[in-house]
């Protein structure tokens, strides 16, 4: 077999195992043999670098998996229900003012009905005072009616003013117990950073177990917003 060598060094090919692979082939005639060789190892190349992506691709979504259910394992423990944040936040408002409203709800039932001259015996005076003269005037037996209607109102609101009262109570452990419960929700909703749908809010009744990601999307919009952009979690049920 007989190679041209043109250059001073091209000598130096002879001794490379890719040079001699060249020539072999182009001796033995493989030009076919080696475009599919070439197709096939591309193809390979191809497939092992789509497994190498896939298998990343995989483990991402495994650890976005744990975090998911991380998550609802949370939100089944929490187990609240609907509407119950919103609420809570009412009666911890309620119990940080309970003395404030309790002293005002005093004030006005001690001046209708507990003080020593209190408005509704007052408003009793008034209506035996007028009563013997009532047949002088055409209206005055109206105006006594609308007398003893708001006489026998005002008691009536006196009695609601002290029930609300005794009702009212400040309770640290039950306003502990709110901020946290409080706090806890929170804490979940901002995690997801969404609203949490009713269905996530009571996990027991989906009757499964979720598996998935999390995916944008439009819908459950914040309460008082008009932006109905939100995180939908996008989780099978099964």
């Known amino acids: 077999m007989l190679v041209d060598l043109h250059q001073q060094f091209d000598t130096l090919d002879l001794a490379r195992q890719d040079f001699q ?7 033995a005639g493989h030009t076919s043999l080696l475009e599919q060789y070439q197709l096939a190892w591309n193809h390979w190349k191809q497939l092992q670098e789509t497994t190498s992506r896939l ?20 939100l089944e423990e929490a187990a609240f229900r609907e509407n119950e944040i919103e609420e809570a936040v009412e009666a911890l408002k309620l119990q940080e003012n309970a003395e404030g409203i309790r002293s005002a709800l005093n004030k006005v039932n001690e001046a209708l009905s507990g003080s020593e001259s209190p408005l509704v015996r007052q408003l009793k005076s008034m209506l035996h005072q007028l009563q013997p003269f009532s047949h002088f005037h055409n209206s005055s037996p109206e105006i006594l009616q609308r007398m003893q209607s708001s006489q026998i109102e005002l008691q009536d609101i006196a009695a609601d003013l002290e029930r609300i009262s005794e009702q009212v109570q400040f309770d640290p452990e039950k306003a502990a117990q709110l901020s946290e419960r409080i706090s806890l929700g929170y804490r979940l909703q901002k995690n997801m950073a969404y609203r949490i749908p009713a269905a996530f809010l009571h996990p027991r009744s989906t009757g499964g177990k979720i598996t998935g990601r999390t995916e944008y999307c439009g819908g459950y919009p914040a309460k008082g917003s008009s932006n109905s952009r939100c995180i939908c979690e996008s989780y099978r049920i099964g």
């Open 21 to 27: 692979r060249e020539v072999l082939d182009a001796l």
């Open 55 to 74: 298998k990343e691709q995989q483990l991402q979504f495994e650890k976005e998996a744990d975090y998911n259910r991380f998550q609802f394992n949370e």
